[in-house]
């Protein structure tokens, strides 16, 4: 055997060490984010919604339905949201069909309709499954 091939092998194994190392490294980071995301998002319901918008004082929050393919596809955006801006903003969710006296209390036609409450009063609302940048931009106006 030559000498050039043992340090390729112990060169490789290295390597190996090293990837294998990263791609850990990666997964727990990957991890973390999203336990940070699932526990920052609040889940509303019409027995709590008044006290919990009164103690936040920004608030973006998704009325959204299980059946609706719309508010599934904006799902990882809220979730992304929800971590991106924790501690500037309180992200929260609100099933429409469990919770209807509040959605139409606020006149939620269509879902998902997103909430933007501020001092506990609606001060703006998206409409529809729309691009993260288009959600930031109408939030960006109250922070």
């Given at each position: 055997?030559?000498?050039d091939?043992?340090?390729?092998?112990?060169?490789?194994?290295?390597?190996?060490?090293?990837?294998?190392?990263?791609?850990?490294?990666?997964?727990?980071?990957?991890?973390?984010?999203?336990?940070?995301?699932?526990?920052?998002?609040?889940?509303?319901?019409?027995?709590?919604?008044?006290?919990?918008?009164?103690?936040?004082?920004?608030m973006?929050?998704d009325?959204w339905?299980e059946w609706?393919?719309?508010?599934?596809?904006?799902a990882?955006?809220?979730d992304?949201?929800?971590?991106?801006y924790s501690?500037?903003?309180t992200?929260?969710?609100?099933?429409?069909?469990?919770?209807p006296d509040?959605?139409?209390?606020?006149?939620?036609?269509?879902?998902?309709?997103?909430?933007?409450?501020?001092?506990?009063?609606?001060?703006?609302?998206?409409?529809?499954?729309v691009?993260?940048?288009?959600?930031?931009?109408k939030?960006?106006?109250?922070?």
């Open positions: 055997m030559r000498e091939d043992s340090t390729e092998r112990e060169e490789n194994s290295e390597l190996e060490q090293i990837r294998t190392r990263k791609i850990r490294e990666m997964m727990t980071k990957m991890k973390k984010k999203e336990e940070s995301a699932a526990t920052s998002l609040i889940t509303l319901s019409d027995s709590t919604f008044d006290d919990v918008v009164r103690k936040h004082p920004l973006l929050i009325c339905a609706c393919g719309p508010c599934r596809m904006i990882p955006v809220i992304e949201l929800a971590r991106d501690g500037r903003l992200v929260a969710k609100l099933n429409v069909d469990e919770n509040t959605a139409n209390r606020f006149g939620v036609m269509s879902i998902p309709t997103l909430l933007i409450m501020k001092g506990g009063n609606e001060v703006d609302r998206i409409i529809g499954a691009p993260k940048s288009f959600i930031e931009e939030l960006k106006k109250h922070i």
